[in-house]
Nanobody, 124 residues
Framework: QVQLVESGGGLVQAGGSLRLSCAAS????????MGWFRQAPGKEREFVAA????????YYADSVKGRFTISRDNAKNMVYLQMNSLKPEDTDIYYCARKGYLGNYDDRRRYEYWGQGTQVTVSS
């Protein structure tokens, strides 16, 4: 069984930065793409960023491009999301996920395992 645990969320002022971490345990994750999604109450979970198994390819939602950076450390089974220039509209619960099915990285239906989420709140 695979477990994903997010950390690093919190309250930050607009313009500030946060770094989210995702610790993966269980079966090896180094062969799988990883992604970050976010969701507000009553809204659909939306794609934020993703990274290929090797880390050689990254993908971003237009809304975060140039502000967020996804990275991974396969030796430590960790995935990170560096978030800079945060805006109030970035306020959401952020979820780490492991891709399990063929298809686009921005399609949440292609992800097999999900973490419990970490709250990010950006004040204006």
């Amino acid at each position: 069984q695979v477990q994903l645990v997010e950390s690093g969320g919190g309250l930050v002022q607009a313009g500030g930065s946060l770094r989210l971490s995702c610790a993966a345990s269980g079966r090896t994750n180094s062969n799988y793409g990883m992604g970050w999604f976010r969701q507000a109450p009553g809204k659909e979970r939306e794609f934020v960023a993703a990274i290929s198994s090797s880390g050689g390819s990254t993908y971003y939602a237009d809304s975060v491009k140039g502000r967020f950076t996804i990275s991974r450390d396969n030796a430590k089974n960790m995935v990170y999301l560096q978030m800079n220039s945060l805006k109030p509209e970035d306020t959401d619960i952020y979820y780490c996920a492991r891709k399990g099915y063929l298809g686009n990285y921005d399609d949440r239906r292609r992800y097999e395992y999900w973490g419990q989420g970490t709250q990010v709140t950006v004040s204006s």
